[in-house]
């Protein structure tokens, strides 16, 4: 039996552990996907209804909490995202105020140099580095640097709010604690989407309320994200490291499920982010856009690019093609900005070769479509060169992920190797008696991201409509799912290293 006296007796140690709970833990970064976060959120949102109303009470509200999430992210972080929004707020605020165009540029380019110049730092200074290293044969020994999570969305939100405001296209915010709560809103802080200022700003001024549709389709979001990250991304993740911790164990079969798994992996686990932030977003009342539809569908890299991580793809477009000639420059020039975009994309997931190669290959890959354009316009579009033209592009990106995933550029040519050499086709069906929930997932996976749009739509409609009981059913359904099929700790999320 307990005594009220031990309960006071513990009264300090009860405070110790809450603590502990709230301060930052280096091994356990706060993630949509676990309990602590889910707590806070719910803890927070009745604050943050009653706040609504007063837009200044809520700005300051969110982006406390906002810097706070952060915190429990990345530590001592989030003091150099203030410092950032601060340096670029000024600066947007002077180019508003500066009529001299030449002026103006140097301002932007001011402001982006220095957003470049940190993100360069923590990403990308072992990189160059160490290839300095091996080009003269020094003794490389690398900097002792922590790489704060997020970076690379927000400097990217950074950069595209002061272009926007050099450009005219919206005028620089009234205050400094409405563009800190751009820059540092917690739904796509850490991992996106990249939201961009002349969407969301506008969201933050009206400062409407969430309806109870908004609410309901956030809700059904966070259902879907979880599902997606938490039961099928960590579960199928596991067979996946095994094929890719140590490819030379494996033969073709095994290391070719290892592939299509980690391309179903890291859908799953990039877009059940985006859904989460996406719902969390709505369910406050805001709109941050899609950022995955359905791209495994693609028939081609063109369209794959249209539907894989939008909101990159169309910040590329917009603030790196469309600024160094887009397709206004003859047809060589084309082809080059498409390689060049897809170049710096790939070295924005991570300082290393391997990335570089994984986006130069897409560049490559995008170029030889458009070439393409005027022989495949002649070819009927009939069912075999639908399903043909489908295959040879998720192929094409399913063996690029090797490269992305895969710990070196050895590594992956391993694995590809495996698959074309030795590969055996009487194992297919040893496999799904080896792992069958494995393949369940898979395949249930499968048929979902390829039903019909509209379908989708008729679900997500039907949960927003049903009662409150369906509800509550639905959502207590995939949490047993996820506590059925959970790992033994929760993963991060991969882009979380980006």
């Not at 803890?43 to 906002?66: D, E, N, R, T, W």
């Not at 039961?231 to 494996?250: H, T």
């Not at 590329?316 to 600024?323: H, Q, V």
């Not at 495949?376 to 060169?385: E, Q, R, S, Y």
Request: hydrophobic share 55%.
């Amino acid at each position: 039996m307990i005594h009220l006296e031990d309960l006071i007796n513990n009264l300090p140690l009860v405070g110790r552990n809450l603590l502990s709970m709230l301060d930052y833990d280096p091994s356990a970064p706060m993630l949509f996907s676990s309990g602590l976060f889910w707590l806070i959120f719910i803890i927070m949102l009745p604050v943050y209804a009653l706040l609504k109303g007063s837009k200044p009470k809520m700005v300051v509200f969110i982006v406390f909490f906002s810097l706070y999430f952060y915190y429990k992210s990345s530590g001592l972080f989030f003091l150099m995202l203030i410092c950032t929004s601060l340096i670029d707020w000024l600066i947007s605020r002077r180019i508003a105020k500066t009529y001299s165009m030449g002026k103006r540029k140097a301002w932007m380019w001011l402001s982006i140099v220095i957003s470049l110049s940190i993100l360069g730092y923590f990403k990308y200074a072992n990189f160059f580095l160490w290839n300095w290293n091996q080009m003269v044969q020094g003794n490389f020994q690398p900097l002792d640097i922590i790489l704060p999570v997020g970076i690379s969305f927000y400097t990217f939100q950074s950069i595209s709010y002061v272009v926007d405001v050099y450009k005219e296209r919206i005028a620089p915010t009234r205050n400094w604690f409405d563009y800190l709560f751009f820059l540092s809103f917690f739904p796509a802080l850490v991992a996106g989407p990249i939201v961009r200022a002349d969407y969301f700003l506008p969201q933050l001024e009206k400062n409407k309320r969430a309806t109870s549709a908004m609410v309901w389709a956030g809700l059904w979001l966070i259902i879907i994200g979880i599902i997606k990250k938490a039961l099928i991304a960590d579960y199928i993740a596991q067979y996946n490291d095994l094929i890719f911790n140590d490819p030379s164990l494996y033969t073709g079969v095994q290391a070719m499920m290892g592939v299509l798994g980690y391309t179903m992996q890291i859908y799953c686990d990039f877009s059940g982010y985006s859904d989460m932030a996406i719902g969390l977003a709505l369910i406050m009342g805001f709109r941050l856009g899609m950022n995955f539809n359905s791209p495994y569908q693609s028939r081609n890299l063109t369209e794959f690019w249209r539907r894989w991580h939008i909101s990159l793809s169309s910040w590329l477009r917009d603030y790196l093609y469309i600024p160094l000639g887009g397709n206004r420059k003859g047809t060589f020039r084309t082809y080059l900005n498409n390689f060049l975009t897809m170049l710096i994309g790939g070295l924005w997931h991570g300082a290393a070769w391997k990335f570089v190669f994984w986006g130069a290959m897409h560049g490559v890959g995008l170029a030889i479509h458009k070439a393409s354009q005027p022989i495949l316009k002649k070819i009927p579009d009939n069912w075999f060169t639908i399903f043909f033209s489908w295959l040879l592009t998720f192929i094409y990106v399913s063996l690029l992920w090797v490269f992305f995933r895969a710990a070196s550029f050895e590594d992956s040519i391993l694995i590809i190797k495996n698959i074309f050499v030795d590969f055996h086709p009487g194992q297919l069906l040893e496999f799904p008696v080896q792992r069958p929930q494995w393949c369940i997932m898979m395949v249930a996976l499968i048929i979902f991201h390829f039903l019909p749009e509209r379908w989708g739509e008729k679900i997500e409609n039907w949960f927003i409509l049903s009662p409150w009981i369906i509800k509550l059913g639905v959502f207590l359904l995939a949490v047993q799912l996820v506590i059925e099929f959970m790992t033994a700790e929760v993963a991060p999320f991969i882009y979380f290293q980006f």
